[in-house]
């Protein structure tokens, strides 16, 4: 017996080189500098409002806008880096955000805040995200669920960390001060995190000049990529609504400013226990029944937020909700990587995740829209359940066998 795990551990070093961990938490950094600005909005979402005297609706199509760019490009971020490598074009991203950041900070009309940090925020993460999170998967084999979801809490932590951070920030040096101070921390944490990725072997070209696995147009054409698309323009809309608007349902119910803008540090929270737990949990019972589960979780995680009267209700949403999202997110690479191989993984997880942009676009707009018609999120609530329910039939549909 003790030869057979020797001969085990052996395997598993030779499938999975030391420098994929450097990857991973390489990964995890950048991961936790491009979504922690993004998320941080939250804090800034009062802000904007008061100081061009925005409806709701305008200031969440700053969000949306953001969120429309980097999941349309995140395909264009991952052909060039499958072409160029990683570290070059996650690299550029991380400047690409400075800059839209401090192009907000100079805005002086809600216009200028909407191109600058929906396009310059949003091609940057298009070009950090997809690269950065699909070098991760051909580093390993064994495991590769948890490693990716080690690699993509990131997202988690920097939801937990920058709004917390942007919100101290503000109240020092109010919020064009702030978008300055996130800018400078995105170039000197996120710049030298993108340095440190790596191509992994596995995606080496090979002696014929070809990299093992699935060609782009052959995935992109197959069942299982039709149904994930499906699920991820459904699942968007759940996923990304509570970002945008999670805070300010809060503030509406009476909750002091500080603590709202904590609950999307919850969502943080419950994203990076969902993104350890949940993903070495799906290396041991599979990967495609894991995604399935966690899909109808995320969606059953709204009824806490429809019943709830105050903070209590609202903060147990958020952590419920933030620890399927986290387990989706994690599990969608490593399952795509399981699919179709490493030779296209960054484009077609690029491609994938390009389903989200529309419900990541109208799904903040219409929330905001709805509510300032009706003065309620009661439609939106439920509207969230029933998308979430279509992602997790389109979910099945993608891995039955």
Known sequence: MSVDRAASAAATLADEPRYGWVVVWAT???????FGVAYSFAAFFEPFAREFSAQRADVSLVFG?????????????GMLSDRLGPRLVTGAGMLCIALG????????????VTLAYGVGVGLGIALVYTPAIGTVQPWFTRRRGLAAGIASAGIGAGTLVVPLLAA???ALWQWRGALMAIALGTVLVGFTAALMLRRAPAAAKRADGTVPGTPLKEALTSRA?????VMCGFGAFSMFIPFAHLSAAARDLGVPDARAVGLVGLIGIGSLTGRFAIGALADRVGRPVTLVLAQASLGASFILWALADGYLALALFALWMGTSYGGIVSLMPALCMDLFGARAVSSIIGTLYSGAAIGNLAGPWLAGRIFDASGSYELVVWGCMVCSALATIATWLAVKR
């Open 65 to 77: 806008l953001c969120g429309l760019i980097y999941f349309a490009l995140g395909a264009f971020g």
């Open 28 to 34: 995890f950094v950048a991961l936790g500098v491009i």
């Open 225 to 229: 990529f039709i149904w994930m698309y």
């Open 168 to 170: 101290a920030a503000i």
């Open 101 to 112: 950041l401090v192009g907000a900070s100079l805005a002086r009309s809600m216009w200028e």
